[in-house]
T-cell receptor
């Protein structure tokens, strides 16, 4: 158990819809990272938040947005969903040192 | 543009033998390299890392070697155990281990499925 909690674990939705993925970092970790893993691909960095502020951005689509709340949990919002958005979405947190990943949220867009 | 590549999608090894997983990178700005292990239905877990100022780092059965001139790193597992069967991801960053805004912005390879047979 990494201490990073992600919900929901599985989500099935239709094209054009909007979903929200939630992440609770390890206790005390200020940084939250979001990664996307598509089929047969490595993890792709999407975005990082540090103590409520956006710190770094990767190849995140404009249809996607994220935020980190005062209690340090984070949400990733995916809108106008397309078939190609089907993937595993991982959240990770860190203090100093390596990243600790949650179990991921598997999104299926039909 | 795949900046980190794991060219072997899979590797099969007998228990007790050595497993060698390879990774190549193209970005010379990378200065910190990590290996993660992933079991099905779980998130990646950190295994071992190496800074670009070193060429070797050991942790028990796991050793990572870095060849900066060749932009190549490898993970050696000796001896391999059936419990090591998992997907192994190589990752790199240019933020060092704990400093800079780039830390945590990891670039991952596609992963190598390691199967260790009893």
């Amino acid at each position: 158990d990494s201490g990073v909690t992600q919900t929901p674990k599985h989500l099935i939705t239709a094209t054009g819809q909007r979903v929200t993925l939630r992440c609770s970092p390890r206790s005390g970790d200020l940084s939250v990272y979001w990664y996307q893993q598509s089929l047969d691909q490595g993890l792709q960095f999407l975005i990082q938040y540090y103590n409520g502020e956006e710190r770094a951005k990767g190849n995140i689509l404009e249809r996607f947005s994220a935020q980190q709340f005062p209690d340090l949990h984070s949400e990733l919002n995916l809108s106008s969903l397309e078939l190609g958005d089907s993937a595993l979405y991982f959240c990770a947190s860190s203090r100093v040192g390596e990243l600790f990943f949650g179990e991921g949220s598997r999104l299926t867009v039909l | 543009d795949q900046q980190v590549k794991q060219n072997s999608p899979s590797l099969s090894v007998q228990e007790g033998r050595i497993s060698i997983l390879n990774c190549d990178y193209t970005n010379s700005m990378f200065d910190y390299f990590l290996w993660y292990k992933k079991y099905p239905a779980e998130g990646p877990t950190f295994l071992i890392s190496i800074s670009s100022i070193k060429d070797k780092n050991e942790d028990g059965r796991f050793t990572v070697f870095l060849n900066k001139s060749a932009k190549h790193l490898s993970l050696h597992i000796v001896p391999s155990q059936p419990g090591d069967s998992a997907v192994y991801f190589c990752a790199a960053s240019n933020g060092g281990k704990s400093g800079g805004t780039s830390y945590g912005k990891l670039t991952f390879g596609q992963g190598t499925i390691l199967t260790v047979h009893p």
